[in-house]
Each structure stands twice: as structure tokens, then as C-alpha cells.
């Protein structure tokens, strides 16, 4: 994106629905945070225990395979609800008024139907890898120390349903904007200019000091 963004709340029923998702989305966020944390310290394990004792962790590349789907999944909904994703902002940026909610309309339920496809895809892709017979209900398991791989397989088809949630809610919010003419609609990312960034920026710092 080529500015910051910024989502405004009321007492709306969206704008309650928004917040209510936003806990959610946050305590993903926190997971995948935690994931890349917890891949610092088996790296730190790992490294010491080939200089220290010859012996570097058992699996680690299997538990790297394993926090992949966590760093790089559940922050999706998070950032897609901030207006953080990367995008081509030299057309949009230019619209106002009910030409910019179309073009945000538009764009995000392209977005819905895609990512429908692929909570359909995953969920198929989840459940070639689950079984109740199987031992650790897995079909397949890592190469290495045979870690069950449906753990990490599942959360790409839950990262993506909640995001098709927060999806839904923002063609409700540009939806809504574009019929009735909003300026300053609730629950969608609203692009911000350099000046308003700087001055936020401005305001932050002052009030560390």
C-alpha cells in the first residue's frame, strides 16, 4: 500500500461485529508472533548444541516445516483488517467518494472468492493428511523425528476462514459506504495521506516524551 490506514468504530452493529473479529484476529497474530519467536530459540538451541556438544537439535527442519504455516497464515486476517497488504494504490488513490468505495468493493470480493477457493482447497488438502484410525490421527508425518503434519496442514484452511469473515464484513462496510454516499465508513481500512501519517507520527512521539 502506498499509505497508512486507519479503521474507524461506532455503536453500529458492523462496527460491533468488526471488534468482536478483531479479538480473534489479534490472538491469531499473537501465535504466529510467538511461532517466529519460538524459532529463534530452537535455532539458539540448535546452533549451541552443534558448537557446544556436537549435537544440534533432532527435527529441526521438521519444526521449522511445522511454524511455517503459523508465521505465514495467521496474521492474514490482521493485516487484510488494517489495510496491510501490498497493492497498486496509483489508481485507487486517486478516486473519492462512491468511486472509491466501488473500486474497494470490487477488489475485496474478488478477494472473497478466491480465498474461498482456497479454504476449499486447504480443508480437502487437511483432510488427505487426517485419519481417526491412523496413530497420531496422521497419514503422513514428517521426514526426520515423524512429526504428524496435520496440525500445520489445518491452519491454513482456518487462517483463511477467518479471513473470509473479515472479507465478508468489509464488503458489508464498502457496500454500505457506496450505496448511501459515506465519507468516513466504519470497519474498512481508510488510506491515509503522507500528511495525516507524519502528523500521527507526531502526536505518538509526544506523547513518549
Same mark, same amino acid.
Given at each position: 500500500?502506498?499509505?497508512h490506514s486507519s479503521v474507524l468504530a461506532d455503536g453500529s452493529r458492523l462496527s460491533r461485529l468488526d471488534r468482536q473479529l478483531l479479538r480473534a484476529e489479534r490472538f491469531m497474530a499473537l501465535?504466529?508472533?510467538?511461532?517466529?519467536?519460538?524459532?529463534?530459540?530452537?535455532?539458539?538451541?540448535?546452533?549451541?548444541?552443534?558448537?557446544?556438544?556436537?549435537?544440534?537439535?533432532?527435527?529441526?527442519?521438521?519444526?521449522?516445516?511445522?511454524?511455517?504455516?503459523?508465521?505465514?497464515f495467521l496474521g492474514i486476517s490482521f493485516v487484510q483488517r488494517e489495510g496491510g497488504h501490498i497493492r497498486m494504490d496509483m489508481l485507487i488513490g486517486k478516486l473519492r467518494g462512491r468511486a472509491? *468505495?466501488? =473500486?474497494? !468493493?470490487?477488489?475485496?470480493?474478488?478477494?472473497? #472468492? +478466491?480465498? $474461498?477457493? &482456497?479454504?476449499?482447497?486447504? %480443508?480437502?488438502?487437511?483432510?488427505?493428511?487426517?485419519?481417526?484410525?491412523?496413530?497420531?490421527?496422521?497419514?503422513?508425518?514428517?521426514?526426520?523425528?515423524?512429526?504428524?503434519? *496435520?496440525? =500445520?496442514? !489445518?491452519?491454513?484452511?482456518?487462517?483463511?476462514? #477467518? +479471513?473470509? $469473515?473479515? &472479507?465478508?464484513?468489509?464488503? %458489508?462496510?464498502?457496500?454500505?459506504?457506496?450505496?448511501?454516499?459515506?465519507?468516513?465508513?466504519?470497519?474498512?481500512?481508510?488510506?491515509?495521506?503522507?500528511?495525516?501519517?507524519?502528523?500521527?507520527?507526531?502526536?505518538?512521539?509526544?506523547?513518549?516524551?
Amino acid at each position: 500500500m502506498a499509505g497508512h490506514s486507519s479503521v474507524l468504530a461506532d455503536g453500529s452493529r458492523l462496527s460491533r461485529l468488526d471488534r468482536q473479529l478483531l479479538r480473534a484476529e489479534r490472538f491469531m497474530a499473537l501465535l504466529s508472533g510467538l511461532a517466529v519467536f519460538g524459532l529463534m530459540v530452537l535455532a539458539v538451541v540448535s546452533v549451541g548444541g552443534r558448537n557446544l556438544f556436537n549435537r544440534p537439535l533432532p527435527g529441526y527442519v521438521d519444526w521449522i516445516e511445522q511454524a511455517m504455516p503459523l508465521i505465514a497464515f495467521l496474521g492474514i486476517s490482521f493485516v487484510q483488517r488494517e489495510g496491510g497488504h501490498i497493492r497498486m494504490d496509483m489508481l485507487i488513490g486517486k478516486l473519492r467518494g462512491r468511486a472509491l *468505495w466501488l =473500486a474497494e !468493493l470490487i477488489s475485496v470480493i474478488l478477494i472473497f #472468492v +478466491l480465498m $474461498l477457493a &482456497l479454504v476449499w482447497g486447504s %480443508w480437502a488438502h487437511f483432510l488427505r493428511s487426517f485419519d481417526f484410525a491412523a496413530p497420531l490421527w496422521s497419514n503422513d508425518s514428517s521426514i526426520d523425528i515423524g512429526l504428524p503434519t *496435520w496440525p =500445520a496442514k !489445518l491452519m491454513a484452511p482456518v487462517a483463511f476462514a #477467518v +479471513l473470509c $469473515l473479515r &472479507l465478508l464484513l468489509q464488503i %458489508w462496510g464498502f457496500g454500505r459506504a457506496f450505496v448511501l454516499g459515506l465519507q468516513n465508513p466504519v470497519a474498512v481500512p481508510l488510506i491515509q495521506d503522507t500528511a495525516e501519517v507524519a502528523a500521527q507520527e507526531a502526536e505518538l512521539l509526544e506523547g513518549h516524551e
